[in-house]
């Protein structure tokens, strides 16, 4: 079974522009997950995906901002990207939006000069 | 506020030997825990989970510990191995277990000695 898979892994971007980081769950998970990994500030979590709707996301600017498609893919965009989005990206699915663990991919390292 | 923390930053252990890495958590409500294990340059790897309703559970080597009256958790690795060097992460949710609500704490670094 393959598991969460995050592309692309490396990004580089200047201050200011867009960045798009994409996200495949592991098959029959319909839940997604995004989490940012700073340096030194341990799991900060982004947002939260669920049959295509946006159920839930955290303390982030509406800079970030994603979404979910129907195969339940799902893409996360940072507009106007600052220095201080430099992190790691993680993506995650689980089967259920409760009590099932999540799943993580590699991540999308991210950054920006 | 409520949060997840671990006691020590770092932990060495001699190759062979068992490993204790603790967790505190201040969320009387919490419900759900899961430890996850972090290699260098990979995502986190689920390693064991335990609900409230239990106090131990164990996996292939692992042996998650729940005490809910000190609010602690401890994750029991057997026969410490070269590759189980990595980041461990204690992680929770509060009752009803929604996944969005999930606090991760900080990590605490395992170190292998050959």
Known sequence: EAGVT???????????QQATLRCSPISGHTSV???QQALGLGLQFLLWYDEGEERNRGNFPPRFSGR????????LNVNALELED???YLCASSWTGTGSPLHFGNGTRLTVT | GESVGLHLPTLSVQEGDNSIINCAYSNSASDYFIWYK???GKGPQFIIDIRSNMDKRQGQRVTVLLNKTVKHLSLQIAATQPGDSAVYFCAETPQGGANSKLTFGKGITLSVRP
């Open chain 1, 68 to 75: 979910q498609f129907p195969n339940y893919s799902s893409e």
């Open chain 2, 38 to 40: 972090q290699e260098s």
């Open chain 1, 33 to 35: 997950y995004w989490y």
């Open chain 1, 86 to 88: 430099s992190a790691l």
């Open chain 1, 6 to 16: 995050q592309s692309p892994t490396h990004l580089i971007k200047t201050r200011g």
